[in-house]
Every structure is written in structure tokens, then in C-alpha cells.
């Protein structure tokens, strides 16, 4: 079921928190926090709690826990390796983690497991413990050597590989880590402010490799926070013990003794409008660090926390232009799949482009100012939201354009 929700700042902030982190997390351990920054809200104490370490796995690589088990590879192990240590069919896990039986794995990569290994696993080859023959196997063949016909002759039998009983795995104490599934689009770093745990925890984790990299189908095991971490401690506060009905009188209300004045809260609204400013027309001589994504006019102003850039409007289908040379870093989209554009330009200045339709180029294009990437989207509500992007923070676009 599909639901469709107006396009507002907080679904914009949110989608471009996502596409900011995908920047990140292609270019390497950089992480694009935006907590604080979008939309008003501060999650960043949140997101760096400590985190509890991953239980260690049993002789099999089994983590159990009392609803699902994950198994844990070793080095040089497959899917298929880590199938048939466990007991289990190896296209079964496969396709329960998006991937094929003969991937190879990294040491410390969980493998979520779709039902509870069998606890007696069907051994092949020589045996380990020589001690472990099978007496019935042998007996049985030499009762069949003995009433041959030919008793002359030497019957070789082949011994059948027999189930061998293990150890019942013994169940992790404590809360059960959530498992996350990853959907297309996710990165590590939008997981982990999902959960507010550090990436390097889910990494951690989960064994990822040094770029953090995850795939779509893919199981994540969430870190544990720390539980033994002291409560901040509450700043004394002075009291003072009265008598029942000898404390603080209560002021008489204003309204009790004088009515309050009448307003016309909608009448000041209206006589307040934002102002629209005209975007100039560009010259050919413009010395400005960056030129207008769209000739229109700006409806909304940058205001750091509530809009971190500045809208521009006008007719749909309007060309919408690279405000400076740079590379395409991102391509995504926000929860109404309206196309949000980032383009790199050095390694700190960023700019974004929401709210646009038709793009016109593809991400890790080498683009020139001025080019045309996208346009306005149609309908009633055609604008262009307009961020430039300095490290983590967003910055007044219009210093750049004027």
C-alpha cells in the first residue's frame, strides 16, 4: 500500500539527511552529520552512546538468541562453508541473506539464519575421533561378506557418513538485538542514525568491511547500548516544608478581575506575508560564486534549523541549472519519490536540489555551472529548494549568489 503525504521541511530534511549520507558513505569514513542542522532536532548525544560488544560465537559460529539464530564466518569460509558447518542447506541461507552459495565472506560477516540449526549435524569424510566407527556398519558387512556366494571374494562396503550430535546452543541472556533488514537506498550510516548507534558499532557488529558497505536483502544485527553507563546525575533542588495551606499564595488571574483584550490573530497573519524577492537576471560579466538554479522568485528565505536553503518558484517544466561546476555525488529521492540532486564541487562545498522532476544526468557526471540537470516538477507547487552545503553545516546560499 502506497500512502502519499504533502511534501513538507520535515520530509525534505529527512530525505536529505539520507542523500548527504549517501555522499558520505561513497567517499569513504567522512560522515555528513546533519543532526542539529536539519529540520531543528539534536539526536548527536544519542547517537554516540556507548554500545555493548557482539556475544561470541560457539564452536558452530552460532550467536542464538531466543528468537533467531545468526551464524558467523570464519576466514576463508562461503555460504556454502558456513551451511555445512552448521548443518543447514547452503540455498537456503543464501537466499534468505541476498546472496549466492558461493560468495565468499569476511571473517566476523553475519549470516542471519531463516530457522534454528539442527542440533545433530550429518558429518563427512574421515571421522575426527577414530574411536567414533560404526559397529552396526561393520557387523552388517561381515555378515554380508560371510553368506556371499562367492565366499572367496572381498566385499567392500563404504561407510555412510552418520549424524553426530553437538552441544545445544546455549541462549544470549539479556535484550535481543533488533535484526534490519536492508532495503535499497540504505547506507550504514543512514542505519545507524536510524537505531542512533555509532556506525563503527554496526560494523562492528556485523563485519563489514572498511567502507562500511551494505547490500539490499541484507540482515544487520543493531548494537546493544551500554546499559552500565551512570543516569546523569539531577541537579539538587532546594525545598522548603510548610504547613498545609501556608505556602506561596496564588496570584489572582488577570482575566478574574479585567477581560482580555480581543485579537485578530488571522488579521496580523495576513498582513504579514513573506517577501518575494525576484532572482536578477544574470549577467554575462557575473563575478558571483555560484549562479541562480532557476530564474524566478524566491518564496522562502534561508533560516538555519527551519528552511536550510531558499526556495525558488516558478513555472513547471522550467530548466533547473547547475549553480556551479562540480560532480554529481548523489542521486535520491524523498519518501514522495521526488528526486533530490547533490553535486560536489571541492571536498568541503556541497550544493542540493530538491523538489525537481526529468533529471538530466547521472550520478559521478562531470557537470559545468550553468548546465541544465533537471526541471521544476508540474503542478501547483513549482519551486526549487536550493541548499549549499559547507562541511556538515548549511550556510545562506545567497552570499554565494550575489
Known amino acids: 500500500m502506497t500512502m502519499t503525504f504533502p511534501f513538507s521541511r520535515l520530509t525534505r530534511s529527512a530525505a536529505m539527511l539520507s542523500a548527504l549520507a549517501i555522499v558520505a558513505a561513497c567517499d569513504g569514513p567522512l560522515d555528513y552529520d546533519l543532526r542539529g542542522q536539519v529540520g531543528g532536532f539534536n539526536t ?20 542464538t538468541y ?19 558447518r552448521i548443518g543447514m542447506q ?29 542440533d545433530q549435524v550429518i558429518s563427512s569424510g574421515t571421522p575426527a575421533n577414530p574411536g567414533s566407527v560404526d559397529i552396526e556398519a561393520l557387523a552388517g558387512s561381515a555378515i554380508d561378506g560371510a553368506t556371499s556366494p562367492n565366499p572367496g571374494s572381498v566385499t567392500t562396503t ?35 542514525r536510524l537505531y ?19 547490500r539490499e536483502g541484507q540482515y544487520l544485527l543493531i548494537p546493544i547500548k551500554d546499559q552500565s ?32 483584550p480581543q485579537e485578530d490573530v488571522a488579521a496580523v497573519a495576513e498582513t504579514q506575508p513573506e517577501a518575494q524577492v525576484e532572482v536578477p537576471t544574470p549577467s554575462r560579466n557575473n563575478q558571483a560564486a555560484m549562479s541562480y538554479p532557476v530564474q524566478g522568485k524566491i518564496i522562502r528565505t534561508y533560516s538555519r534549523g527551519k528552511n536550510d536553503g531558499i526556495d525558488i518558484a516558478a513555472a513547471a517544466g522550467t530548466p533547473v541549472k547547475a549553480a556551479r561546476s562540480g560532480t554529481v555525488a548523489a542521486i535520491t529521492e524523498d519518501s ?12 568541503k562545498l556541497l550544493t542540493v536540489y530538491a523538489n525537481v522532476e526529468n533529471i538530466e544526468v547521472n550520478k559521478g557526471d562531470k557537470i559545468k555551472r550553468g548546465q541544465t ?3 521544476l516538477r508540474s503542478g501547483n507547487d513549482a519551486y526549487v529548494h536550493f541548499e549549499v552545503r559547507d562541511g556538515f553545516d548549511s550556510v545562506d546560499p545567497l552570499p554565494y549568489l550575489q
Open 373 to 375: 540537470i533537471a526541471a
Open 229 to 260: 553507563a551512570p543516569a546523569p546525575a539531577s541537579p539538587a533542588v532546594a525545598t522548603t516544608v510548610t504547613v498545609p495551606g501556608q505556602g506561596t499564595t496564588t496570584p489572582t488571574p488577570p482575566s478574574s478581575t479585567k477581560p482580555l
Open 66 to 84: 531466543p528468537t533467531y539464530q545468526v551464524a558467523v564466518a570464519q576466514r576463508g569460509d562461503t555460504v556454502a562453508d558456513v551451511a555445512t
Open 90 to 118: 547452503a540455498d537456503e541461507i543464501a537466499r534468505f541473506n541476498g546472496v549466492q552459495p558461493s560468495d565468499p565472506l569476511r571473517p566476523g560477516e553475519v549470516l542471519a539464519l531463516p530457522r534454528r540449526a539442527p
Open 158 to 192: 563404504q561407510l555412510q557418513p552418520t549424524p553426530s550430535r553437538v552441544e545445544k546452543p546455549a541462549v544470549q541472556e539479556g535484550p535481543e538485538p533488533v535484526r534490519h533488514k536492508v532495503t535499497r537506498g540504505e547506507t550504514a550510516y543512514t542505519v545507524s
Open 196 to 214: 542512533q548507534v555509532p556506525v563503527k558499532a554496526l560494523a562492528e557488529w556485523n563485519g563489514l568491511s572498511s567502507d562500511f558497505a551494505i
Open 336 to 347: 514522495n519519490k521526488v528526486p533530490i540532486i547533490v553535486i560536489r564541487h571541492d571536498a
Open 44 to 63: 548527536s548525544n544519542a547517537a554516540q552512546n556507548a554500545t555493548t560488544g557482539r556475544p561470541p560465537a560457539d564452536d558452530r559460529g552460532l550467536i
